[in-house]
């Protein structure tokens, strides 16, 4: 296939899929350009549709903790497609993944698969609302759960303000449940629980941001979010759909020491395939159907193909405890693209958590959404493009989290941090 074939593949895709493609940020739309067709995905790199290779910093968007085509995922698969694609009975594997995540997540004592991540925290919110009869719901600005009604609300700035919808089609009746409040702002959670008093089922938060940049959580928020949720009878829902099993085996969680009442999981859980959950205690989970009065239900959820790959993925991960390894690797390859900013005079901050990482064009350091809007988009823009010109595909825009897997090693950094600098010399000439 040449280059004239590929080009055609993005008009047709363009004719038939709105924006070419099946979710918003594939299609390049804040770096400019047109997006790769991905044909083959091996170990740290990716292959397009004309045979040029890139070593993959998205990795699927955060599933792929193992890299592309893990033998033990790949077999799992393989053998469960031979057995069936889907029953919709109880499978073996299912009850296997589930006495995993309980066994390592340190807030699950239960849990239900769904198959997206947006499924699992519309599933978990109405879950809080069920038990605490309240209807409100407090969330960060910045965070995101996915794009059901209630979590598509723009942030308000400075305080506490009832949540305006981000997208036509959300109701208003429903956004205005939704309060947004700045990330790492414990003052203004507390206040928006004085506010509303027992009206705040719950308060979600992504305990490391990273679908905004990566943004860590300062020191006792966490904990103060614990306390204060704790107080006011509402719950803490850690969405760990990217943290979880990413940034440590348990999570988040178990990182920061601070267990949540209801946790949300996807991307790692499924090996690459579409698998999430949503688990806490036994006592809230048996308030979910058929337990309890909370409706909650899928056709494909805990499907044999998912439960495989996502066993496997974990088992992987739970036998080789590869952690220190990837934080590592990942604190080199931050620090390594900030030395090079500094030497050319590039305002730059940057920070992992395990193999999470982000980095920031931007004067001061991050903290919370604000800052991270005073990111120079357009120095990032013609940087994306100089790295993948340069075969190194990072997140197409400046606002997502960048992963690293336990196949990426000093090979695949050290070519990397070369393309870093050339970029950034011909970014800044662009
Ligand atoms: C990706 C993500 C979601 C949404 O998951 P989908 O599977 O894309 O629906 C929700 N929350 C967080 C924190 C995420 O990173």
Redesign the pocket.
């Known amino acids: 296939m040449g280059k004239i074939d590929d080009s055609r593949l993005w008009e047709r895709a363009r004719r038939v899929l709105p924006g070419g493609v099946s979710s918003p940020v594939r299609s390049f739309r804040s770096v400019g350009g047109e997006p790769f067709f991905s044909e083959r995905g091996e170990g740290p790199y990716l292959y397009d549709v004309d045979g040029k290779r890139y070593v993959d910093y998205v990795l699927s968007?955060?599933p792929l903790i193992l890299g592309h085509g893990h033998p033990a995922v790949v077999e799992a698969v393989e053998r469960a497609t031979r057995t069936g694609l889907t029953f919709g009975t109880p499978v073996k594997t299912e009850v296997e993944l589930a006495e995993l995540i309980v066994d390592l997540v340190p807030g699950i004592e239960m849990v239900r698969f769904v198959s997206?991540?947006?499924?699992s925290?519309m599933s978990a919110i109405r879950l809080a609302r069920g038990v605490t009869g309240r209807e409100r719901i407090l969330k960060f600005d910045g965070c995101?759960?996915?794009?059901s009604d209630s979590f598509l609300v723009r942030a308000g700035s400075g305080v506490a303000t009832l949540g305006l919808p981000d997208s036509p089609g959300v109701p208003l009746s429903l956004s205005e449940l939704t309060i947004s409040v700045p990330f790492n702002d414990l003052d203004c959670v507390r206040s928006s629980l004085d506010r509303y008093p027992d009206e705040i089922a719950a308060v979600i938060v992504?305990p490391v941001m990273?679908?905004f940049g990566l943004i860590e959580p300062m020191h006792g928020f966490l904990e103060g979010l614990r306390e204060v949720t704790r107080a006011t009878g509402a719950l803490l829902v850690f969405?760990e759909?990217?943290t979880g099993f990413r940034v440590a085996l348990g999570g988040a969680q178990d990182l920061y020491g601070v267990v949540p009442d209801l946790t949300?999981l996807?991307?790692v859980i499924g090996g690459g395939l579409p698998v999430?959950a949503f688990g806490g205690s036994r006592e809230l989970m048996e308030q979910v159907a058929p337990t309890g009065p909370v409706y909650q239900a899928g056709t494909l959820s805990g499907n044999p193909l998912g439960m495989a790959a996502g066993l496997a993925q974990l088992r992987v991960l739970a036998r080789e405890r590869p952690y220190d390894h990837l934080a590592r690797l990942t604190g080199r390859l931050v620090s390594g693209i900030l030395a090079a900013a500094e030497e050319r005079g590039i305002p730059a901050s940057g920070a992992h958590v395990g193999s999470m990482w982000g980095v920031f064009f931007a004067e001061d350091p991050v903290h919370d959404y604000d800052g991270a809007k005073r990111t120079d988009t357009e120095f990032f823009a013609s940087y994306f493009r100089e790295c993948l010109e340069r075969g190194v595909f990072f997140a197409p825009s400046p606002f997502e989290a960048g992963f690293t897997s336990t196949v990426h090693g000093p090979e695949q950094l050290e070519y990397t941090l070369m393309a870093v600098g050339e970029a950034m010399d011909a970014a800044r000439v662009g």
């Open positions: 968007w955060g997206s991540g947006t499924e925290t995101y759960h996915g794009h992504e990273g679908n969405d759909v990217m949300t996807g991307k999430a």
